[in-house]
């Protein structure tokens, strides 16, 4: 008789499924728009030409080894990804009331982030705290926040699918009517997955609720640079918010910004009232630490930290940042200027309004099986689609495809 | 408390004044009721050493290896692994939840060796964690979820430290059993047993699969099989954690040898590695979590339910120190190397030991150390009580953990002499 007969099944992860789908569907003309991942023009992952350069000044570096690193990271890791998002002039980092926590990618720190919420946020293990996430958010917002202990999290209003665009008035609703102390999950910029961000006027809007009603906030931020090509632009929410007072937390990841996904470099920037509360708040991360992953993984971050402090390499980075908004920018307009040619039913704009890595396309649930049973096109149930997965040779099928299941669906 | 106490300073003033009121919660923090955090009792150590000015300072706390000089060391067999990788010229896309293939596969087989049948039949799944700690906490979070027995899970006394955290952290409620004598420095078996055979049925039973931290005392092959036996008798599930395979005795298969023996004994055993130690990939988190299954179906959910775990956690893991791992494992140059890296590195822990009780005998001591010699791996039950410990450190700068544990790995043959006058002056 075994322990884990009662052990059932569990789901697939749904965007490793459909990747696991894609690779085995043998139609020559088959597109993945599925993964968040970057692509180049002929399709294939792109390791960044500073990652490479530093890579190569990493391992040829004896002085280097393989010690741990302290609990909380590399610490100019932490100090130069904290300045990322905050400016490197940020009146709170020159307050000292910044800090941070070197974590596995943005999952890591919005992990970190939501545990100390859980044991030390509005009283003292207050599970029924309501954590807010945006309707629709990247799918595993919930599980982080409910793995930490969080009994109650819940939408709110975000996208407005009848527009297109968002629902602020639903938005600033909920923010009105959340019991006091709520935490909220807010996209820094790039919304995964329907690319449509606030404008400033609106997150001021936003912010103002937020501050008169005490409601905590928790940006996460893994398209620092990626949504417009400039890294400033895109931490604007985030610096905003800052300047307003707020205490906050900010999960950063550099999985794509840098391209280095697979090295788990994530960094938890901690906004705090003063340097004693940011004293003790970290002394607390690093118990939470110590019992889940006792130190970070210390490749990727030293890859972060030597590019982000050497300005020549500091301005090869921003380039190839800006080289994959750009392409990601081409391919907006191509595909909305396809579209348009072909005569599709319905507006296209969201293609170029929108974001980021993705595009929300507006796609139903049977319009996605189409694609994916029919054309061989794979793209989350949702409609999402990663517009890094088009390229100049397949944008026509993507849009022809587009175009098919529209009229006939 | 402050926390109360600063809302009544808020009230009184919201009563003289409603905006001052609503100005000093703002002004306030939402951590103001946040305690300072306990110094961590290992780190500490480091912190006080790095602070001592004395030329001689010995830091014996820290369980990380170091070679003769007092250096950590970077295996030729990682550098070389590294160059490897560096040509191959991959890209960086996202490893799957459950971590590199080639790397769980190479490091079931280390475990278990190439040939055994839980690989064979499919019964055994491995997923890659983020290192020993990584990988415990996985597991106690997956015991947590599915383990319908008692939530109690039994740890040696001592144990490592950080193990009573993390299963807590889980959910899981912590018990111990006998296992050092103080007395003997040594394995206390019969209360082991003792105890062992009162544990209640289906509860987890934690074994430290050799060079025991901290104690270094491991069980001989004869008492393993009794502790074996009754385990099966209480049948209790059986949890390893090995994070010194081939740094123990210096041989990989010797040292693995009580978790091969269990699974030979039917024990469907839950597993912990860490190849920080043994690969001296430290900082890169490497590690793996095992499950023995009754099959491969079993295998198959629980895999899944690994991966619902470990999603929320971070993801997937960190490539490149599995990456290293599995070219070493994989390449049979690398792995002779790397055999003979581990052999050396044990030889090296084995010879400081032995010029550590040479040296105590020199000073004149007429205590009995055997015991420095009869434990195994990186660390070393000294004996020494609290208040020797504080003299060792206030007179002769040597620092290590108050219950007298030392790290043999940061003693040299240039210090060696200078410890053994340290503990001699503090124990005659």
């Known amino acids: ?409 | 408390m402050a926390l109360l106490k600063s809302n009544k300073v808020i009230y009184c003033l919201g009563n003289i004044s409603p905006s001052l009121g609503v100005l000093s919660i703002r002004n306030s923090s939402w951590w103001g009721g946040v305690q300072m955090g306990p110094p961590d009792p290992i780190l500490g150590v480091s912190e006080a050493f790095k602070k001592d000015s004395n030329p001689k300072k010995m830091n014996l706390g820290v369980g990380a290896y170091r070679d003769d000089q007092g250096k950590p060391f970077v295996l030729s067999c990682v550098r070389k692994a590294e160059a490897i990788i560096t040509t191959k010229q991959m890209d960086k896309e996202y490893l799957g939840i459950g971590g590199l293939g080639e790397f769980t596969k190479s490091c079931a087989q280390l475990a278990f060796g190439n040939d055994n049948e839980v690989l064979k039949s499919g019964r055994n799944i491995t997923v890659q964690t983020i290192s020993g700690t990584g990988s415990l906490r996985i597991g106690a979070n997956f015991l947590s979820r599915f383990h319908g027995g008692p939530r109690d899970v039994y740890l040696p006394k001592p144990s490592w430290g950080n193990h009573t955290p993390i299963f807590r952290d889980a959910g899981m409620q912590l018990k111990a059993y006998r296992y050092y004598d103080p007395s003997t420095c040594g394995f206390d078996f019969t209360g082991a047993l003792d105890d062992i055979s009162k544990i209640p049925e289906q509860s987890v039973i934690m074994l430290h699969a050799c060079a025991h931290n901290p104690t270094g005392v491991d069980p001989r092959p004869e008492q393993w099989k009794e502790i074996s036996d009754i385990v099966k008798k209480r049948n209790l599930l059986v949890f390893f954690d090995m994070a010194y395979q081939g740094f123990a005795s210096g041989d990989i298969d010797r040292d693995a040898w009580a978790v091969r023996y269990f699974i030979e004994q039917g024990h469907n055993i839950l597993l912990s590695q860490s190849f920080a130690k043994n690969m001296g990939l430290y900082g890169e988190r490497v590690g793996g979590f095992s499950v023995v299954c009754k099959d491969a179906e079993e295998a198959k959910r629980v895999e899944s339910q690994l991966k619902i775990l470990i999603r929320p956690i971070y993801s997937n893991p960190p490539m490149n120190g599995a990456r290293i791992a599995a070219t070493i494992l994989h390449t049979p140059e690398l792995y002779s190397i790397w055999l003979g890296e581990v052999k050396e590195m044990a030889e090296r822990i084995i010879k400081m030991r032995e010029m550590l009780v040479a040296g105590l005998k020199k000073e004149g001591s007429s205590q009995n150390w055997q015991h420095v010699i009869d434990q195994i791996g990186m660390f070393c039950f000294t004996g020494l009580k609290p208040e020797q410990v504080e003299r060792l450190t206030k007179e002769f700068s040597v620092y290590m953990t108050k219950d007298g544990r030392i790290s043999m790995a940061g003693v040299t043959s240039g210090n060696v002499g200078y410890l053994a006058q340290g503990i001699h002056a503090v124990t005659k």
């Open chain 1, 1 to 409: 008789m075994s322990v884990f007969c009662e052990v059932s099944q569990a789901a697939p992860v749904a965007v490793f499924k459909l990747s696991q789908d894609f690779n085995n569907d043998q139609f020559p003309n088959k597109v993945n728009l599925g993964v968040g991942a970057y692509r180049t023009d002929e399709g294939k992952p792109w390791v960044l030409p500073v990652v490479k350069k530093v890579e190569k000044i990493i391992v040829h570096d004896d002085s280097l080894n393989h010690e741990y690193l302290p609990i909380l990271g590399l610490p100019e890791f932490r100090s130069s990804a904290s300045k990322i998002a905050l400016g490197d002039d940020s009146p709170a980092i020159q307050e000292n009331r910044v800090g941070a926590v070197q974590c596995l990618g943005g999952t890591g720190a919005l992990k970190m982030g939501a545990e100390f919420l859980r044991r030390f946020y509005n009283g003292n293990n207050n599970t029924k705290t309501p954590v807010y996430v945006s309707a629709p958010t990247w799918e595993n917002h919930n599980a982080v926040f409910a793995s930490a202990g969080f009994d109650d999290v819940r939408p709110y209003k975000y996208w407005d699918a009848e527009n297109r665009g968002l629902d602020l008035a639903g938005f600033l609703g909920d923010l009105e009517s959340c019991p006091a102390h709520s935490i909220f999950v807010l996209h820094a910029c790039a919304h995964n997955p329907t690319g449509t961000d606030p404008t400033q006027d609106q997150w001021q809007q936003i912010a103002e609720v937020m501050m008169r009603r005490n409601l905590f906030v928790f940006f996460d931020s893994a398209y620092q640079g990626f949504a417009s090509g400039n890294l400033d632009k895109d931490a604007w929410a985030i610096r905003y918010f800052v300047s307003m007072g707020f205490e906050m937390f900010c999960a950063q990841s550099f999985s794509k910004n840098f391209g280095l996904y697979n090295e788990r470099v994530g960094n938890l920037t901690i906004v705090a009232r003063d340097a004693d509360n940011l004293k003790r708040v970290l002394s607390q991360m690093e118990k939470i630490v110590r019992t889940t992953w006792s130190n970070p993984p210390s490749q990727g971050a030293r890859i972060v930290a030597v590019t982000l402090t050497s300005p020549e390499l500091f301005s090869e980075w921003k380039e190839n940042v800006k080289t994959m908004a750009d392409r990601v920018l081409l391919m907006r307009a191509q595909l909305k200027a396809k579209l348009q040619a072909l005569g599709t039913p319905g507006t296209w704009d969201h293609i170029t309004e929108q974001i980021g890595m993705f595009s929300f396309t507006g796609l139903n649930s049977k319009q996605v099986e189409y694609m994916v049973k029919e054309r061989h096109i794979y793209l989350m149930a949702s409609g999402r689609i990663n517009m890094c997965g088009l390229t100049s040779k397949n944008i026509d099928y993507v849009a022809e495809s587009i175009h098919a299941t529209v009229t006939s669906v």
